[in-house]
């Protein structure tokens, strides 16, 4: 055999190789039934061990949340300014997806605030 045929032969052992390597990654894993959760213990003096499951503590309203039952009506003004550096924020935000309502929400200043920016 000549140098050449010897290169591919072993070029091509190692492609077939590592194939099967990466089929091996991606192949679906049996479970069978002894590897599954058991429910008792194996032994006697091994504690069944309980799922750990986090309660959810409920959020902290933020500044903007409090006193949300009341809509916001002319004589209301919110006087709150928003930063100038804040303003390419709230065009990307739009850009994306977010409504003039939500970003007003955000920064806790009428809809009004937000479209002036905007233009």
Same mark, same amino acid.
């Given at each position: ?33 002894? &590897?599954?959760? @058991?429910?008792? +213990?194996? #032994?006697?003096?091994?504690?069944? !061990?309980?799922? *750990? ?23 209301? &003004?919110?006087? @709150?300014?928003? +930063?100038? #550096?804040?303003?390419?924020?709230? !065009?990307?935000? *739009? ?25």
């Amino acid at each position: 055999m000549s140098d050449r045929s010897q290169l591919q032969d072993h070029d091509q052992s190692r492609n077939i190789n590592a194939r099967q390597a990466a089929e091996a990654l991606f192949r679906p894993k049996r479970v069978t039934p002894d &590897q599954s959760v @058991r429910e008792t +213990p194996a #032994s006697g003096d091994e504690p069944v !061990r309980k799922p *750990r499951v986090l309660e959810i503590s409920l959020p902290v309203p933020s500044p903007t949340q409090v006193g949300r039952d009341e809509p916001i009506g002319p004589t209301q &003004q919110i006087t @709150r300014k928003i +930063p100038k #550096s804040q303003f390419a924020r709230i !065009r990307a935000w *739009r850009r994306f997806g977010m409504t003039t309502q939500q970003v007003a929400e955000v920064y806790g200043v009428a809809i009004d605030e937000i479209e002036r920016i905007l233009r």
